[in-house]
């Protein structure tokens, strides 16, 4: 069948609608979620804990399989997963694991120019724990990217690391963000990663979308006076309080 331009351009890279997954000791987890993220769109997503984004983010992945059954998941194209810690195979050497699994004679090439592009030029042949934490995630980062997904699912890729790396790897995230265009859903606690990242932050609440935003800085900068308008009003909708904020 020939494909239909007018529908691959409309066609969302995620389109979930009344998801609901619960576990037997805990009421629902999610109830009912809807959510749509477009092509190329990069979305964060915030919540108390346990409000269930992890939940989320492992049915996206496919990695929940007794969510089927409980609404409708699509998801057209390829998938990546980057977590908190990179879980990087520790037998093998850098470059085999970026490409584990690859098929095709230039699987090494791509691993490479991935590497160069995560600012790891040269260490194809270093071990996982020859490398700094930032290292290991832009490993795991370019493992993704090899992959040209349609959807990047990141659950806090950054949390574990300090507060400069991080800094680090938003720039780095963005800069590959733009330059591949995958649709990107980030878990976050940090609202001001959120902000600093995202095109859209949504809030999960009760198993469901409580909050969407966009995040409609004129400049992506923390500078920008609507940057604190957002984050005052994302904090608000976490239930920070001001005092909390000092
Ligand atoms: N496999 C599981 N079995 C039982 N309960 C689970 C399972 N996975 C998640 N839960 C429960 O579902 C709820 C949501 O968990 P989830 O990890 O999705 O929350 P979260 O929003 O990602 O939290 P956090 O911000 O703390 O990481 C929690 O109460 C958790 O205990």
């Known amino acids: 069948m020939a494909a239909d331009p007018g529908h691959l351009i409309t066609a ?3 389109r979930v609608r009344n998801l609901h997954r619960s576990f037997s000791r805990n009421g629902g987890v999610l109830n009912g979620l809807d959510l ?4 190329g769109e990069f979305v964060a997503l915030i919540g108390r804990s346990g409000t269930g984004k ?11 399989r007794d969510v089927e059954g409980y609404g409708q998941i699509t998801v057209p194209g390829a998938v990546s997963v980057v977590f908190q810690d990179s879980r990087l195979l520790p037998w093998k050497r850098v470059l085999p694991n970026v490409v584990f699994g690859l098929r095709g004679a230039d699987a090494d090439r791509r691993g490479r ?15 996982p724990y020859q490398l700094s934490g930032g290292e290991q995630q832009r490993v795991s980062l370019a493992r993704s990217l090899v992959r040209e997904p349609q959807l990047l699912l990141a659950d806090e890729p950054f949390g574990a690391l300090d507060a400069l790396t991080r800094i680090r790897m938003h720039a780095l995230l963005r800069k590959l963000c733009e330059r591949h265009r995958p649709a990107v859903l980030l878990v976050t606690h940090d609202v001001d990663e959120a902000i600093a990242l995202a095109d859209r ?12 935003v966009r995040v409609d800085l004129t400049r992506r900068s923390r500078h920008d006076p609507r940057f604190a308008e957002l984050r005052a009003f994302l904090l608000d909708e ?7 904020r000092r």
């Not at 992890?54 to 929940?64: E, V």
């Open 54 to 64: 992890s939940t989320l983010l492992r049915a996206l992945a496919g990695l929940d």
């Open 113 to 127: 120019d991935a590497l160069a592009e995560v600012g790891l030029e040269g260490r194809e042949r270093a071990w």
């Open 36 to 39: 749509d993220i477009a092509p």
């Open 238 to 244: 976490l239930g920070v309080t001001e005092e909390d």
């Open 201 to 212: 932050v949504i809030q999960l609440d009760d198993g469901v979308v409580r909050t969407d």
């Open 12 to 14: 969302p890279a995620v």
